[in-house]
């Protein structure tokens, strides 16, 4: 089995502390390593660092040698700059059938998320690569334990062998009533982006299902053949549809299943998502700094000073050297919209 490890996003939901110079799959948020770090070590017992490969954008990629420094160096698959799911794995896709046989499998996952069961995690992994090797596009289905409206669905079909369902159809994120109906019924599952597939298979779906990106593909090739997986593809890249590979492929694939999972998974994608998984004080505050507490819970701090709270709730606060975000809790995924006005407004120095 290969591993790829998709790290080229941003973190702008962690904004002010992930930025385009360190985002988020590099910091240290949940524990004392960094997300990615915690990525790889997760698939260690399982696969070779050898065949563990991470597709990032050329931006980053002294970050991944820094965090990772004993990854060999042409297990980093470069992106000339970030895109989307879809055009990330299509390149990794290509570049790994010019080293390995085309029927090898690929677990693919995504650099930021957490998982604190993994023995369950690569159990997983066990069942995946038996329906991949059946030609399946395999998604892994997080069971769901409240309505998430934040989450996309996956719609579990029939059970064609055990814990492997067919897939009826991917859901956008739903409303609340949605959500609540969802799960309800009991075979809705949060998508959680990670995924596995044969080389061959995956490579066979963007031929069937994205042919404008098979042919990008085929003008890549040709450049690696010429000049090597150095050379600049640019040109071709800037080509690709921005698309999620759930839209591009799997929505409009015919062999697919879902693995239903539940192994504490989180894809960690806000300041609440951060507040829900770290571990309280008796007054359900997340205090990552100096402090001191009157009558103040349910909030969640990030400072290098002293900070004294007096009769607030529900807040995040993130103290930076160049930024303080204060935000109430349920409202924190809007930070995304403060980072696309600072780009709007040309705050490069707050990027």
Partial sequence: MIALIMAGGVGTRFWPLSRESNPKQFLKIVSDKSMIQMTVERLLSKINIEDIYIVTAKSQ???????????P??????????????????????YLSRKYDAKETIIVLPADHLIKDEKAFLQSLD?????????YLVTFGIKPDYPATGYGYVEA?????????????FKEKPDLKTAKNFLKAGNFFWNSGMFMWKIETILKAFQNYLPDVSNLLHKISIKWNAAGTWADISDEYEKMPKLPIDIGIMEKAKKRVVIPVDYGWSDVGSWK?????????ENKNVLNCESE??????NYVYSNKMVVLI?????????????????????????????NNLKKDKRNELL
């Avoid at 002294?62 to 990854?71: G, V, W």
């Avoid at 470069?78 to 990330?88: D, K, Q």
């Fill in 273 to 281: 998502a951060l507040y829900d998984v770290s571990q309280k004080d």
């Fill in 157 to 169: 079909k029939q059970e064609i062998c055990e814990n492997v369902f067919s897939v009826k159809q």
């Fill in 311 to 339: 009769g607030v709730e529900n807040l995040i606060i993130v103290d930076t050297k160049d930024a303080l975000l204060i935000s109430g809790k349920v409202d924190s995924e809007q930070v995304k919209e403060i980072v």
């Fill in 61 to 71: 990629v002294e970050l991944i040698r820094k965090h990772i420094p004993e990854l």
């Fill in 127 to 135: 069942i995946a690569q038996k329906s991949a090797e059946d030609e």
């Fill in 73 to 94: 160096e042409e297990n980093i698959i470069i992106e000339p700059f970030g895109m989307n799911t879809a055009p990330c794995i299509a390149l990794s896709a290509i």
């Fill in 293 to 298: 507490i009157i009558g103040s819970k349910n």
